[in-house]
């Protein structure tokens, strides 16, 4: 084997393994916005909850603004 043709492989596995690397520690990092740990569920406002807010508010309600974080 050539040597470039040795060194380009080479270098080829050390990216690999670097973005591999890259890719592993970003996994590990907090959850994006809106998500749950794995195994942990997001607590939501119970009926009654959403109905109080609803009743007391419904003057000011619009479809732009959600509903205790709900959409319409």
Known sequence: MERK???SILT???L??????IF????GK???TGRAPQGE???YP???EVMTYVTANIADLSPEDP???GKW
């Open 30 to 32: 907090a959850p994006e």
């Open 5 to 7: 043709t040795l060194i």
């Open 67 to 69: 509903v205790l974080g």
């Open 16 to 21: 690999i393994v670097v973005i591999g690397g």
């Open 12 to 14: 080829a596995l050390v």
């Open 41 to 43: 569920t997001i607590p």
């Open 46 to 48: 119970s009926r009654e």
């Open 24 to 27: 592993y520690l970003r996994r």
